[in-house]
């Protein structure tokens, strides 16, 4: 049985990982919307000779949400593109250290990105920039989603930290890379024997 002091600390981490299940999601309706956009286009355009002026930008502009919103589950389902020939060949602790080392690494960088990325959608709205597009949006609505994919980023590097004492060293094949599943935050000795954590 789980001690009461874990019980904070598991829920925070289920709200991490269900925050990137979210924005997953939202990915997917972004997909079908800018997949519709398009086709309506098409349409328009090489049908009825009446293309619409909001089609390309609201489409680029989502496929800039889509692409930053879901780097926080990328992360989690441990999908991010990286450099295993060496890792392979390593230990257990070696792997697990260097897996702890990426994560701090993505951590400081997504800090980073959202202090210097907040300065720039600040300065956006005070000075009211706009893109240079035929919509005009504004550039803010563009430059948001860096933000919040990075704090989203952030939070799951950190919430990673936290769980990487206590689940199996990554491994990473010829075949490819199979790291463990995530799991709840929980110590060796609170788990029951034999009993894998989902």
Same mark, same amino acid.
């Given at each position: 049985?789980?001690? !009461?002091?874990?019980?904070?600390?598991?829920?925070?981490?289920?709200? /991490?990982?269900?925050?990137?299940?979210?924005?997953?999601?939202?990915?997917?309706?972004?997909?079908?919307?800018?997949? /519709?956009?398009?086709?309506?286009?098409?349409? &328009?355009?090489?049908?009825?000779?009446?293309?619409?002026?909001?089609?390309?930008?609201?489409? =680029? +502009?989502?496929? =800039?949400?889509?692409?930053?919103?879901?780097? &926080?589950? /990328?992360?989690?389902?441990?999908?991010?593109?990286?450099?295993? %020939?060496?890792?392979?060949?390593? !230990?257990?602790?070696?792997?697990?250290?260097?897996?702890?080392?990426?994560?701090?690494?993505?951590?400081?960088?997504? +800090?980073? %990105?959202?202090?210097?990325?907040?300065?720039?959608? &600040?300065?956006?709205?005070?000075?009211?920039?706009?893109?240079?597009?035929?919509?005009?949006?504004?550039?803010?609505?563009?430059?948001?989603?860096?933000?919040?994919?990075? %704090?989203?980023?952030?939070?799951?590097?950190? %919430?990673?930290?936290?769980?990487?004492?206590?689940?199996?060293?990554?491994?990473?094949?010829? &075949?490819?890379?199979?790291?463990? !599943?995530?799991?709840?935050?929980?110590? !060796?000795?609170?788990?029951?024997?034999?009993?894998?954590?989902?």
């Amino acid at each position: 049985m789980p001690q !009461p002091s874990a019980a904070p600390a598991t829920r925070l981490l289920t709200t /991490v990982d269900g925050l990137g299940n979210f924005c997953a999601r939202l990915g997917d309706l972004i997909i079908i919307a800018i997949s /519709v956009m398009l086709f309506y286009e098409v349409g &328009a355009r090489y049908l009825f000779n009446s293309p619409t002026q909001w089609s390309q930008d609201i489409a =680029v +502009t989502l496929q =800039v949400w889509f692409t930053y919103l879901g780097m &926080a589950y /990328v992360l989690r389902q441990h999908q991010l593109i990286r450099i295993t %020939a060496v890792l392979g060949l390593l !230990p257990a602790r070696g792997r697990q250290l260097l897996e702890g080392l990426s994560l701090l690494i993505i951590l400081a960088f997504s +800090t980073v %990105a959202v202090t210097k990325g907040w300065g720039i959608v &600040a300065d956006s709205i005070h000075l009211g920039r706009r893109q240079p597009t035929m919509l005009e949006l504004p550039n803010w609505i563009s430059e948001l989603p860096v933000v919040i994919g990075f %704090a989203l980023l952030g939070v799951q590097a950190l %919430a990673d930290l936290l769980r990487l004492p206590f689940r199996p060293a990554p491994e990473f094949t010829p &075949a490819g890379e199979h790291a463990p !599943p995530a799991e709840e935050f929980a110590a !060796p000795s609170q788990r029951a024997p034999g009993i894998s954590q989902p």
